[in-house]
């Protein structure tokens, strides 16, 4: 854990109970995420982007003239305990929770929120199920698989038309759905891959699956899945197969898959959203991470940071915490963020910003796709 996040975490936990033991007014914002397990690391952006809104929220003088206060939980981005953790927070009487991250927590637990009138607000769960199935509660500042894997099969298409492409995911909702659209639109393209496997998560050895890429003699992987396995996978991989290149999805965003992958994963293309580090409405909000808490904002940080304050504008525009009028107000108007000026669909999908570019990885972190970087 690092030293900014222990510190942030410190003063959530304590201005919680400072105002509960004082019996002060206060308006709670759940965060759920992963705090553990394989996803920790998208789950701390998550997280730290959550906790430092809140604080300044609260050095601008609270909401609605009432302290926030976050309450913080961990789902270890699985859809059981993501269920107990919900229920957790509607205990706790939370006014809005910025998570789920994982795509198949967010879609195990709202209609737990629905029924307990709580707003749902992910900065992070891309499968389109999420708010196609979701109630009017539900809303996102990611964009969606459909478009993502769209964009992904199509990449495949134009660079890598004539090689052995595999495609993999996780088995899980995320996973599947990225890996599952992504097929969808090479094989539109005219173009079939040689191989389309699953695999379980938080794995130590992949040997069947590292042995199928072997037998078929693949050239290039897209992976549908989280950072930590798909970093094992390649370190695997590569050693039979030393000149694959993979290509994958946003949760790839996190220098760790560098760390697992080795120097296997330089060069691997990924996508995510817009680097917000760069957008000049989110400069103070970078500053502060890297000054005060020795932290780099990358990743759903920011996503994580606009989600708090789109939320806490429709409040403050509403002058209230109720889950009708608030709703009315995301879904009708737009919001100044570190995202940049940003609206809601009926559907609750985040507008106003262009959803998902190309990265690289290098040899020490990621990097937006420039023309020199795209395969010959």
Not at 82 to 96: F, G, H, M, P, T
């Amino acid at each position: 854990m690092s030293s900014g996040k222990t510190v942030m975490r410190s003063l959530a936990l304590l201005a919680l109970l400072f105002f509960a033991a004082a019996g002060h007014a206060e308006i709670r914002v759940g965060i759920a995420g992963p705090l553990s397990g394989s996803t920790l690391t998208i789950g701390e952006q998550q997280e730290m982007g959550a906790l430092l809104a809140i604080d300044h929220l609260n050095e601008e003088g609270g909401l609605l003239e009432q302290e926030v206060v976050a309450v913080s939980v961990d789902d270890a981005c699985d859809a059981y305990q993501a269920e107990a953790v919900a229920r957790q927070l509607i205990s706790e009487d939370v006014d809005i929770v910025i998570g789920h991250l994982c795509s198949g927590c967010s879609l195990a637990v709202s209609k737990l929120y629905e029924e307990a009138g709580i707003i749902m607000m992910s900065p992070a769960s891309t499968n389109p199920r999420v708010t196609d199935e979701g109630g009017a509660n539900i809303f996102r500042v990611i964009g969606r698989d459909d478009h993502q894997g769209t964009i992904a099969g199509n990449f495949l298409a134009d660079y890598y038309p004539d090689r052995n492409i595999a495609i993999i995911h996780d088995s899980e909702p995320y996973g599947i759905g990225l890996a599952g659209y992504a097929k969808k639109q090479l094989n539109r393209r005219g173009i079939s891959e040689k191989a389309y496997a699953g695999y379980q998560r938080d794995q130590a050895n992949y040997g069947p699956l590292v042995n199928k890429l072997v037998d078929n003699q693949i050239n290039i992987v897209y992976a549908g899945g989280y950072l930590a396995d798909i970093g094992i996978i390649l370190r695997q991989a590569k050693k039979l197969l030393p000149d694959l290149r993979l290509v994958s999805g946003d949760s790839l965003a996190h220098a760790e898959f560098l760390v697992i992958a080795g120097n296997g994963g330089i060069g691997t293309y990924f996508t995510f959203g817009q680097d917000m580090r760069k957008n000049p409405a989110a400069a103070g909000v970078v500053s502060a991470f890297r000054k005060n808490y020795d932290y780099e904002p990358e990743g759903y940080t920011l996503y994580s940071y606009g989600a708090v304050q789109a939320w806490a504008q429709a409040v403050k525009k509403a002058g209230s915490v109720d889950t009708k009028p608030v709703i009315d107000i995301l879904k009708t108007q737009t919001f100044d963020t570190v995202l940049g000026q940003i609206g809601f669909d009926e559907k609750g999908d985040v507008t106003g910003m262009s959803p998902f570019v190309w990265y690289v990885f290098g040899d020490k972190n990621y990097r937006p796709v420039e023309a020199a970087d795209l395969p010959n």
